[in-house]
Structure formats: C-alpha cells, structure tokens
C-alpha cells in the first residue's frame, strides 16, 4: 500500500489510506473467499441436479 503511493507520488493522507486499506480488504475478500464458494456451490447444484434428474 504504501509502495503504491510512493509509486505515484501521492502524498500519506490517513483518511486515503484508511479508505483504500477497506476498498482493497473488501477486494482480497471476494477474491480469496466469495469467488471459489460460488464456483463450489454451483458445481454442487450441478451434480444435485443431475442425482435428481
């Protein structure tokens, strides 16, 4: 984060910071967590579907 802003000259402000810390947690959130739960939730609803058919 903070090579990032050294990196485009950007002054430390905390309020940037803070805000950026979030959006990016919220990111590696859905990315390391939300992706592959719904990629294995709908793998099973595929094999239900076919046990049922």
């Known amino acids: 984060m903070f ?7 950007i002054p ?3 309020e940037l910071f ?3 810390f979030v959006l990016f947690q919220t990111l590696r ?4 967590w939300a992706f592959p739960e ?3 939730s709908s793998q099973q609803y595929r094999i239900s579907q ?3 058919e």
Do not use: Q, S, Y
């Open 50 to 52: 076919k046990r049922i």
């Open 38 to 40: 719904a990629f294995l």
């Open 29 to 32: 959130f859905t990315l390391l």
């Open 18 to 20: 803070a805000i950026a």
């Open 12 to 14: 430390f402000d905390l």
């Open 3 to 9: 090579g990032l802003l050294w990196w485009h000259n």
